[in-house]
């Protein structure tokens, strides 16, 4: 992996002795600027999977359906049947699984189960094969490669890696994150108080739950604790038109730096599970009424996803025989294509329901058809825009914690603030620089 960058907290003093912290993604355009360079053309899509280690998939088929709507042929969700999609659902899960499991433990005091990190290893290495037979579908090639024998014989390997890594993210859920099955907790969490009650059970005892340790940490934080006011992304079916497509297609091709800042409607916006759940589950729907856009509703809206996912992934593996829904209401992955004249396409957009929000990348051909420009903007560039959602949970942090005084030592700030920004993107790392009078606080 040789994606840079990180979330860089500045933490100062003001005269009268309160604490102030800024926020600052420091992530660049790098690697978009790599995939797209001449010399690097014909390698792109194996170097997509290099560059991003952590969602190697996502990134994978964001690159391929926006190169092949822009080309005009069947995007990789069409090519190889359900695998592609499946795919970004298994990555989701996988992901969701490690953060609840192992950054969760850590946030929450405790040791992870080292057979629930085994089995998360375990569940890459299969990742990693579907990524292989995915790189063997360039959807650009010959369309009679995907109607050989041997495509078949490589997508059916791939459905066979998603089975047996499905089996061992039910049962990693079920006992590292759940303490029960999964189809249980997602039938019977259906308001805020059962969440609770969940949480308060499995949170002590011989082998407390991590996920749930911490859930229960904050909730006795009290209600709404570092709350933000925010806009979210337009659900799904507002964000499947081509009107939503098209304007961000156009601003990601055309202003400067939109895609590491990006807003719409004049405004950022939180992006990620909360904003896909807040009007698709009783309980996130509760969260948000009593702690609004809070840790706590992040975190919370987190494990009824990775429940739904499972069960999402479960009737794609059952219906992997049937041509893939292009019903993008309904979808993970969908695209928009502007037509220069008739049939002609130059410039196409993708976008991707990531486990961490949503990811696009927007490609520009030239005249051989090659990917001149490519501008991606992906989930921390939503969550960490200028004045995003979290500059506004640094700044609940302070008003909440350090008003009146500045904290009693580095280490104890820097895992506030880590806790406070885990439910918006747990994986970029997180770098802090301390300036003027703050330089006295204790290590």
């Not at 990190?117 to 959807?139: F, K, N, T």
């Not at 794609?316 to 037509?339: K, N």
Request: hydrophobic letters at 45%; charged letters at 25%.
């Amino acid at each position: 992996m040789i994606e840079t960058g990180a979330i860089h907290v500045c933490v100062g003093m003001k005269p009268t002795g309160r604490l102030t912290l800024s926020l600052t993604n420091t992530r660049t355009a790098a690697p978009a600027r790599l995939l797209c360079a001449p010399e690097n053309r014909g390698k792109a899509r194996r170097l997509v999977t290099l560059l991003f280690g952590l969602c190697p998939i996502a990134q994978l088929v964001a690159f391929d359906e926006a190169r092949a709507a822009a080309l005009g042929v069947p995007g990789p969700v069409v090519r190889t049947g359900r695998l592609a999609e499946l795919g970004v659902v298994l990555e989701a899960i996988v992901e969701t699984i490690r953060v609840l499991v192992a950054d969760a433990a850590r946030m929450a005091g405790l040791q992870h189960a080292p057979e629930a990190g085994r089995a998360i290893g375990r569940m890459r290495v299969e990742l990693g094969r579907i990524v292989e037979v995915l790189l063997s579908a360039d959807p650009s090639g010959d369309a009679a490669l995907f109607t050989s024998p041997a495509h078949q014989r490589r997508v059916d390997a791939g459905f066979r890696s998603a089975e047996t890594l499905l089996e061992e993210a039910l049962a990693v859920a079920r006992s590292a994150v759940y303490g029960e099955a999964p189809e249980r907790f997602d039938l019977e969490r259906k308001t805020c108080a059962s969440l609770e009650a969940w949480a308060r059970s499995h949170a002590a005892g011989e082998k407390p739950l991590a996920a749930a340790a911490l859930f229960s940490q904050m909730l006795e934080k009290g209600k709404g604790a570092c709350e933000i006011e925010i806009p979210f992304l337009p659900v799904r079916t507002e964000k499947t038109t081509n009107a939503f497509a098209e304007e961000l297609l156009n601003r990601m091709l055309v202003e400067t730096d939109f895609e590491l800042s990006p807003f719409w409607q004049g405004t950022p916006r939180l992006t990620g599970t909360l904003s896909r759940m807040r009007s698709a589950h009783p309980a996130v729907e509760t969260l948000l009424a009593e702690n609004g856009i809070s840790p706590v509703s992040l975190l919370g809206s987190r494990l009824l996803e990775l429940a739904i996912a499972l069960r999402h992934a479960k009737r794609l593996l059952a219906t992997r025989g049937e041509a893939p829904s292009r019903a993008y209401a309904d979808s993970i992955v969908w695209h928009f294509a502007e037509e220069e004249s008739g049939a002609k396409r130059r410039e196409a957009i993708s976008l991707v329901e990531t486990a961490r929000g949503l990811l696009a990348h927007a490609v520009r051909l030239d005249e051989s058809g090659e990917v001149a420009t490519l501008r991606i903007t992906s989930p921390t560039e939503w969550q960490f825009a200028p004045y995003g959602a979290g500059q506004r949970i640094l700044l609940a942090l302070v008003k909440r914690c350090y008003n009146d005084a500045p904290p009693a030592s580095r280490c104890r700030l820097e895992a506030q603030v880590r806790r406070v920004l885990f439910g918006l993107d747990p994986c970029v790392p997180i770098e802090f620089a301390y300036t003027g009078r703050a330089q006295q606080i204790p290590v």
